[in-house]
């Protein structure tokens, strides 16, 4: 009974057995992140690690060796699409966007201030030195932007090669085994105990049948069965390396800034051992890596320093599980979206939207309907007329509202069924004090009383504290 309840908790002595006898399997989502380590950590981890210390101890299910090729290559071109090419396209696009816009206000103030016959009017000599400084640190951002963008084409080069020589690759293949391949047949059978698992939530894989399809919907729970199928051949313990930190797999500690496995679920560690009578345990990347400073070498080895592994531990994190606000629509980036109610001035000047910012809303819709969470929309001005202009927080469209749509429903441009309202105080000229407010669309107003009610479905025309008084079916 107690050699029973033991395999539930880890001890020190417990781990440092572990650590000495198990096989350590590798998830495909640990492999991928091998990836975002540094090389030279990686030459290190491939050296130290699984050549010097885990030969003949590292394994991987088949299905695991499937899903590593299937999506490496995406990987290994992450860099670029997350990191480099922001660069080219938004800081790089922002600075000359931002410099276009000071040039393009000068002129627009020269515009305003060069005719001497009616004011405003301001000598041009020192407005044009200005406008020919501003023309050469054009000239030398324009030369900045090639520069760089050459440095990054090249190390974007250096990525794309990569698959064709990929270390991460080598070393799977020269440092793990391969479990054996299931038939179609096996996993078809795998899928029928797989509904029922997951009908119950039953560990591993059940979080899976919302996002994926066919197979891939039982993928964790192939790989499981993998796992166990090779604890019972080889009778050794499992240390099981896992990046997939959702709850169908482990639980994880609690008040820490990076995310760590507290201990895999009951579920698995029991049904392991009652199927192949083997200890099963869980690591991340980065705490197999930390723990095996301690459990591999001795305290004059070249090991990876505790600070990177922290650092590459927060990486994953922002990669994987940090909240990602919304893409939003490109248009408040561009410093000269025109403005849908005004041309500008005479000369063409000043119809542009610009000092978008983070604006907080009213939000009416009751907390169970799904609208109910948007809380804030990004919002600009024109330069001229001072229209605002709001970006759906819904389907992320603008739509303009000018000064005479306050305090009237104005419906989102992007036909998402969103209505704005843009609730003003007269005695500021509803202009620079009003609150943004976004209405539920249900809401009718009631042909008794005049006021605002959300209809229920049944299509009365009044509302409920109308009816209740004039005795209305509904």
Known sequence: MKRSFDIYKMSDS?????????IIVFDSSALLDIYFLPKATREKVFENHFKKKLEGRLWIPSHVNFEYYKNREQIIKKPITENYQPLKDEVLGAIKKSISAIIKKTNDFK???????????????????????????????????????????????????LPNNDD???????????????NFNEIVEITKEGKHRYEHSIPPGYQDKKDKKGFQIFGDLI?????????????????????????????????????????????LIKEIFDEANVDFWMYNLSQFLYKSNKHLFSSDEEVIDS??????????QENKFSKKPKSRSRVIHEEFYECNEC??????????VDYWTETSIINEYPSSHRNSKFDSAYTGACEWCNTLHIECPCCHSVTAINIHQYDEKVECEGGCGIFFFIESDPSHHNMDNYEIKIIDHRAE??????????????????????????????
């Not at 107003?445 to 009610?453: F, K, N, V």
Request: proline share 2%; glycine share 6%.
């Open 14 to 22: 417990r781990e440092r057995k572990l650590w000495k006898e198990s």
């Open 111 to 161: 515009n305003r201030t060069k005719n001497d016959d009616r004011h405003p009017y301001l000598k041009q000599e020192d407005i044009d030195k200005y406008l020919t400084v501003l023309e050469s640190l054009k000239n030398d951002t324009d030369s900045f932007e090639k520069s760089i963008v050459n440095q990054i084409l090249e190390i974007e080069k250096e990525i794309e090669d």
């Open 168 to 182: 991460v690759l080598k070393a799977v293949e020269e440092y793990f085994q391969i479990g054996r391949e299931y």
């Open 223 to 267: 790989i499981w069965k993998q796992i166990i199928e090779y604890a019972s051949e080889t009778q050794k313990p499992i240390l099981f390396i896992c990046n997939d930190l959702k709850e169908d797999w482990c639980y994880l500690e609690d008040d820490v800034t990076e995310k760590r496995i507290k201990s895999p679920r009951e579920e």
């Open 307 to 316: 600070d990177k592994i922290l650092r590459f531990s927060r990486l994953i």
């Open 343 to 352: 041309d500008g001035n005479n000369d063409g000047f000043g119809n542009y």
């Open 445 to 474: 107003e009631c042909s008794a009383c005049g006021e605002e009610y959300i209809d229920d479905g049944g299509n009365t025309g009044v509302c409920k504290k109308c009816n209740e008084e004039y005795g209305t079916e509904r």
